[in-house]
């Protein structure tokens, strides 16, 4: 069965602290592995998407990395405003559907 | 562009009464998803279209049924609510190619008593 699991659940950093996010998958071939950014009351934000192991993107201060197990997101020197809660989703290859994690909610503080 | 557009934002309902939740995209589009959001739970998969005329079950389909008669829309229909349908939802559409992203609308909370 497809699974994803993401830990810490909850991680408080303060600014400048930096830290690394997990994103551990099962999956019968794995197509796309994805992260969001989720603020509050709103909808999940795009913010990667890795294909193969070995892989990296990076973005200001987040940089996402991938192996055939699990995906990584590093912050780096994180300010108040990078808290939200980010969100991991796999797609299994021949599938159209989409696998997420329950989250990790970060906070940075001042 | 409003990107995906989700109607209503909030909704109240009793036991037994019906509704549609409305998810528009002005991006052109084929895939679309409806996901419900439970705290612990995280984002499951209720139906997704790969096209006008299409839809399919995801993950947790009981108890809601889709259509997908025009390719901007893709309608989420519950029957007869209950209170396990208590939930958030959002609508995503998705941009195949690079990047495989999902635009997420802003979400429907929905209240069943």
């Known amino acids: 069965e497809d699974q994803v699991t993401q830990s810490p659940e909850a991680l408080r950093l303060q600014e400048g602290e930096s830290s690394s996010l997990n994103c551990s998958y099962t999956v019968s071939g794995l197509r796309g592995l994805f992260w969001y950014r989720q603020d509050p009351g709103k909808g999940p934000e795009f913010l990667f998407t890795l294909y193969s192991a070995g892989e990296e993107k990076e973005k200001e201060r987040l940089k996402a990395t991938l192996t055939k197990k699990e995906s990584f997101l590093h912050i780096t020197a994180p300010k108040p405003e990078d808290s939200a809660t980010y969100l991991c989703?796999?797609?299994?290859?021949?599938?159209?559907?989409?696998?997420f994690g329950t989250g990790t909610r970060l906070k940075v503080l001042a | 562009n409003a990107g995906v557009t989700q109607t209503p934002k909030f909704r109240v309902l009793k036991t037994g009464q019906s509704m549609t939740l409305l998810c528009a995209q002005d991006m052109n589009h084929e895939y679309m998803y409806w996901y419900r959001q439970d705290p612990g739970m995280g984002l499951r998969l209720i139906h997704y279209s790969v096209g006008e005329g299409t839809t399919a079950k995801g993950e947790v389909p009981d108890g809601y049924n889709v259509s997908r008669l025009k390719k901007q829309n893709f309608l989420l229909g519950l029957e007869s609510a209950a209170p396990s349908q208590t939930s958030v939802y959002f609508c995503?559409?998705?941009?195949?190619?690079?990047?495989?992203?999902?635009?997420f609308g802003p979400g429907t909370r929905l209240t069943v008593l």
């Open positions: 989703a796999v797609q299994a290859s021949g599938t159209y559907k989409y696998i």
């Open positions: 995503a559409a998705l941009e195949r190619g690079a990047g495989d992203t999902q635009y």
